[in-house]
C-alpha cells in the first residue's frame, strides 16, 4: 500500500483543533492542490473563500449552528459554485450564455467542480499532518451567509471546511460494506439481499457507537438516516437557489 492510499483510508473528521493558524505557504499549496482537481470541459465552476477575519468567522459558527470548530481551527475555507465568471466571460466574447448558466446540467457542473476540488484540498491537508472537517451547516442561513462573504449572483456557498492541526484523534467510523456501495455491470436489484447488508451493517455500527460511548448509545445506521431524511432540513434550498439564477431549466 502506498502513502496516498494510507492517507485516504486513515482519514476522519477532526472536530478539535488548535487555534493556531496555518501558514501562508500551506494555505496556497492547498489551494493549488485544489485547483488541480479535474474538471467539467475545463470549466473550473468553483470559487474558495479563506476566511481569516475573526468576527467572520465567528459569526459563520453562529450560522453554522454554534460548531465552535468553524471559529477555532487553523484556516476556514468556503466553497462555492460558482457561474459568474462565465457570465462575465460571455460578456466578454459577447456571446449568449445565460440559458446555459441557468439550466440543471450547468447546476450539477458546478456542485460536481466544486466538489472534487475540495476533495483534492483536503486530501493535500490530510498529507500534510492537518486535520480537516467539512461543514454543511453553513447552508443553514445562506442569505445571511452570502452577505456576510458578498458573494454576487450565479455564486452559491455550497459547504465549508475547517483545517488545522489536531488537538485530538477520533476514532474512525465504519463505512458502509463495499458489497452495498460497488455493484457490477447493474445495480443490485434484489432487497432482500440489500436489506440483509444494511442489517449487517447495523450491527456494526450499533457495536461501534457502543464501545465508543461506554454503552450510553447504540444507534443503528438506518435509523439514524430514516431521522436524517425525516427531519427535512434545509426545505428552502430550491428556492434559495432559484433565485440566485441557476437550476432554472
Same mark, same amino acid.
Given at each position: ?11 476522519? %473528521? ?51 449552528? =454554534? ?16 457561474? !459568474? ?5 460571455? $460578456? ?14 450547468? *447546476? ?13 484540498? $483536503?486530501?493535500?491537508?490530510? %498529507? +500534510?499532518? +492537518? &486535520?480537516?472537517?467539512?461543514? &454543511? ?21 455550497? *459547504? ?19 458489497? =452495498?456501495?460497488?455493484?457490477? =455491470?447493474?445495480? /443490485? ?8 447488508? +444494511? ?16 454503552? #450510553? ?21 430550491? /428556492?434559495?437557489?432559484? #433565485? !440566485? ?5
Amino acid at each position: 500500500m502506498n502513502q496516498i492510499i494510507e492517507t485516504l483510508l486513515a482519514h476522519r %473528521s477532526i472536530r478539535k483543533l488548535q487555534d493556531k493558524p496555518l501558514t501562508k505557504e500551506q494555505i496556497e499549496l492547498i489551494v493549488t492542490s485544489a485547483q488541480a482537481a479535474s474538471t467539467s470541459s475545463y470549466v473550473q465552476a468553483y470559487s474558495i473563500i479563506g476566511i481569516t477575519d475573526p468576527a467572520k468567522k465567528k459569526k459563520l459558527a453562529e450560522l453554522s449552528g =454554534n460548531q465552535s470548530y468553524v471559529e477555532k481551527n487553523g484556516h476556514f475555507f468556503v466553497f462555492c459554485g460558482d457561474l !459568474h465568471r462565465h457570465e462575465m466571460a460571455g $460578456a466578454m466574447e459577447n456571446k449568449e450564455v445565460v440559458d446555459s448558466i441557468e439550466s440543471t446540467e450547468k *447546476f450539477m457542473v458546478m456542485l460536481i467542480d466544486a466538489a472534487l476540488a475540495a476533495q483534492n484540498a $483536503a486530501i493535500a491537508a490530510e %498529507s +500534510l499532518g +492537518l &486535520g480537516i472537517c467539512y461543514i &454543511g451547516g453553513i447552508r443553514n442561513q445562506l442569505d445571511e451567509v452570502c452577505e456576510l462573504l458578498k458573494t454576487p449572483k450565479r455564486v452559491i456557498p455550497l *459547504f465549508g471546511m475547517a483545517v488545522g492541526y489536531p488537538e485530538k484523534l477520533t476514532d474512525q467510523k465504519p463505512r458502509l460494506p463495499l458489497a =452495498n456501495i460497488y455493484h457490477e =455491470n447493474e445495480y /443490485e436489484q434484489d432487497e432482500a439481499v440489500y436489506q440483509q447488508q +444494511l442489517e449487517e451493517y447495523n450491527k456494526v455500527i450499533s457495536r461501534y457507537y457502543h464501545e465508543r460511548t461506554k454503552g #450510553k448509545r447504540e444507534d443503528t445506521w438506518t435509523c439514524q438516516m430514516a431521522g436524517t431524511f425525516e427531519k427535512q432540513s434545509r426545505m428552502y434550498m430550491h /428556492e434559495f437557489i432559484n #433565485k !440566485h439564477g441557476l437550476n432554472l431549466k
